[in-house]
């Protein structure tokens, strides 16, 4: 079902139709937790807080590219949106994966899987809500923790602020959210006023560790985790700029920024086929790629210092493009 709902928003993406976000149902009432959240708060929180996030998000989307996008879309690029963008985005995923990792079912426990990942990563469970409630308490102003799955398949515990999140290009930890733990003062001060490590204590009682299993073995194949190993590999980021810049002028007819810049696309070209490739990347697809990139880029560079014909540093630019964007699906710029 979840599978069905991300590749729709996907498809209507592509297609162009705009997506409005709206409030996820909760699958409790607000007073199902009352030894550790009271009912007011629960209220409060989903009914106030929550939905402005989903409002403010709709207000400022609308009428723009973003507005097609799946929410994933829009956070993996945070640091080029603006903040009321970036801050309601995070506020309304945030708050969906809270609310969806809350249970009143008692006695729930890992699986068989994701057990070992956190023997593996943290040794036991206990030393795992240690290292979250000491990353959720040493926040400064208002954050989340969070259990990170990230690229190379390690469990990491780390914190943001405001709404920021590890899907986020500026999180310095990336990767998907497995568990994320309010520590916005709404989310705990009528009931814990400055006490936050006691609402620490209280929140384990009500983990739902069966959601949390299922979001680990879909995390390991989501396809997410790939645009976020991308994103993380700098000399693809890189080159990707000067792409930006020469290409895209050309487009325009305008032929001085490659004139200018042919030397140092062939550099970046040659840096990037030397640069790690990360490793959900590493195939025969990604290595003809790299050096088909390296190839046209020298070629261009040649074409450019003999004074070749712009038509034919045109086409060959076009190729280099394509081949690019053979690697990089998101043609942003
Ligand atoms: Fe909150």
């Known amino acids: 079902m979840k599978f ?3 590749l729709l928003f996907s498809l209507l993406g592509i297609i162009g139709i705009s997506q409005t976000h709206s409030l996820p149902k909760l699958k409790y009432s607000y007073s ?27 207000k400022a989307i609308a009428g723009t590219k973003l507005e097609v996008l799946p929410i994933e879309e829009i956070m993996l690029n945070a640091s080029l949106t603006p903040d009321a963008v970036r801050n309601n985005a995070g506020g309304h995923y945030n708050h969906s994966l809270f609310w969806d990792i809350l249970t009143p079912k008692k006695d729930k426990k890992p699986s068989a899987e994701l057990y070992k990942a956190i023997e593996e990563n943290f040794k036991s469970i206990d030393s795992l809500k240690k290292l979250m409630n000491q990353a959720a308490a040493s926040r400064f102003g208002s954050g989340w923790a969070w259990l990170v799955l990230t690229p190379e398949k390690k469990l990491v515990v780390t914190s943001t602020a405001n709404q920021d999140n590890p899907i986020m290009d500026v999180s310095k930890v990336r990767g998907i959210p497995l568990i994320g733990i309010d520590v916005w003062e709404h989310a705990y001060y ?3 006023q400055n006490k936050r490590a006691d609402y620490l204590g209280a929140i384990w009682n009500i983990i739902d560790w069966d959601v949390i299993s299922n979001r680990y073995t879909a995390a390991l194949t989501d396809p997410l985790m790939q645009k976020i190993e991308k994103d993380n590999w700098q000399e693809l980021k890189d080159f990707h700029k000067i792409i930006a810049v020469t290409y895209h002028s050309i487009e325009e007819n305008n032929f001085l920024p490659i004139k200018e810049l042919s030397g140092e696309l062939y550099l970046k070209a040659l840096i990037l086929k030397k640069s790690t490739v990360p490793n959900s990347l590493k195939n025969e697809k990604t290595k003809s790629a790299l050096e088909k990139i390296s190839l046209l ?11 070749i014909k712009e038509e034919n540093i045109k086409k060959k630019m076009e190729e280099l493009h394509n081949t690019f964007h053979e690697l990089q699906e998101n043609c942003s710029h």
Do not use: G, R, W
């Open 4 to 6: 069905s709902i991300t």
């Open 32 to 58: 199902a937790f009352t030894s550790s959240i009271d009912s007011t708060t629960m209220e409060i929180h989903y009914t106030k807080h929550h939905q402005a996030y989903v409002n403010n998000l709709n």
């Open 190 to 192: 009528l009931k814990y």
């Open 297 to 307: 880029s020298k070629e261009i560079n040649s074409l450019v210092e003999k004074n």
